[in-house]
């Protein structure tokens, strides 16, 4: 008899717990609800220093409004990190993982081709993503569920274009990486910029290489034959230097330029003196803050980058993934609610003043942005050259 009562009172109590878990909302370990914003960043691969970077400004985002009030209740805001591995394939898998965790809304990728692969993914489960630094235009082409907070790489690639013509160059050679959404993409809208207004044919070189090629002493003997005045090279930060140090070997003197990526103290470290001179375009400037939340930022997060043993300069893809993030709280209020339908529609009509300016959207998801800062690398230091606006 006793074991009969143990088994029925075991049963009801198995129930009364299912019952509970089923009836609850996600609490934290304090007791408090929860809301969870997936991170969709390579941490690993070619690109995982920059996806770092970018995670970083998303976690001192999450400790600086840790919460958020959705109808009068206060709900702790919890970060889903997963690593998409700088590869294509895996992150279908690390897409499909956040999905999975229930997140109601997510951040990233650094690298435009794993924001594509994982941008069907997003919008089949309906859950929003909101990227920082992933500039190609297929990101959010025909996506309604993907969002960004950073300017786009027809306007990057006509920005660096229009800097080289208007500091007197005629001819200039393009090297970017086959397959890389990113690199060949800004490459192409270089070419296309650098040509209205420098003639046809001012593209001198063409050049392709491999992912994860380290030799790129025939691409550079083809350029040099040509005799470039820049070399325009959109690539990833582990790729950039074995460039930049073959080029200056070679005996090449053409200013070397790229786009955003190249924004990495890593890559002065790697390329050592053969980095001064590069140009780059990218996002933002610490020395310039945009308003009080930028100003506070810019303390605050060069606090939080040495507690973590990371150099105190503030790379622009941290600010654009502390905006992200500030975006993503700013639409759950709106929404005022965890639905991820209601937080997509309030995504729409979100505006902000972000630590990178003015931040609102347009009809497809793009950051209404008109600006670029244009630096160089002088005495192993990245320097502030000047601004430049070019209309879309």
Not at 155 to 178: D, R, S
Not at 271 to 280: D, P, Q, R, S, Y
Not at 363 to 375: L, P, Q, S, T, V
Request: hydrophobic content about 40%; charged content about 20%.
């Amino acid at each position: 008899m006793k074991g009969k009562i143990l088994a029925v009172t075991l049963c009801l109590c198995l129930l009364a717990g299912l019952l509970t878990a089923c009836s609850s909302k996600p609490t934290s370990s304090s007791g408090g609800n929860v809301i969870k914003i997936g991170v969709f960043e390579p941490i690993t691969g070619e690109n995982g220093g920059g996806g770092f970077q970018e995670v970083l400004g998303m976690r001192y985002a999450n400790k600086v409004y840790p919460t958020v009030e959705i109808n009068g209740v206060t709900y702790d805001i919890e970060l889903v990190e997963v690593d998409n591995k700088s590869d294509k394939t895996e992150a279908i898998s690390a897409a499909q993982s956040l999905i999975s965790s229930d997140v109601k809304v997510i951040l990233g990728s650094y690298g435009s081709g794993v924001s594509i692969a994982a941008g069907e993914i997003f919008a089949d489960a309906k859950v929003a993503a909101i990227g920082a630094s992933c500039t190609n235009p297929q990101v959010t082409l025909g996506n309604d569920y993907y969002f960004r907070v950073c300017f786009l790489d027809p306007f990057q690639g006509t920005v660096m274009a229009n800097y080289a013509y208007q500091e007197g160059a005629k001819t200039a050679a393009v090297i970017t990486q086959l397959g890389d959404d990113y690199s060949s993409g800004l490459g192409s809208y270089f070419v296309e910029a650098f040509e209205k207004l420098a003639g046809d044919g001012a593209v001198v070189s063409e050049e392709q290489f491999q992912t994860n090629q380290t030799d790129f002493k025939a691409i550079l003997t083809n350029v040099k034959a040509t005799n470039p005045d820049v070399i325009f090279a959109p690539s990833s930060i582990a790729t950039a230097p074995l460039i930049i140090k073959q080029a200056r070997e070679l005996g090449l003197t053409s200013i070397i330029m790229a786009g955003d990526t190249w924004e990495n103290a890593t890559i002065i470290e790697n390329a050592g003196e053969h980095a001064e001179g590069i140009v780059l375009s990218t996002f933002y400037d610490e020395a310039d803050p945009a308003n009080e939340e930028a100003a506070s930022f810019v303390k605050g997060f060069k606090e939080f980058l040495v507690e973590n043993n990371q150099s105190d300069i503030i790379p622009a893809v941290s600010a654009l993934g502390y905006d992200a993030y500030l975006v993503a709280i700013e639409a759950i209020k709106k929404a005022n609610s965890t639905d991820t339908t209601a937080i997509r529609d309030a995504l729409k009509q979100v505006q902000i003043d972000g630590v990178t300016g003015s931040i609102s959207f347009d009809e497809n998801g793009d950051a209404n942005k008109d600006m670029a800062f244009i630096k160089t690398v002088k005495d192993g230091a990245f320097k502030f050259l000047k601004t430049v606006t070019v209309e879309n």
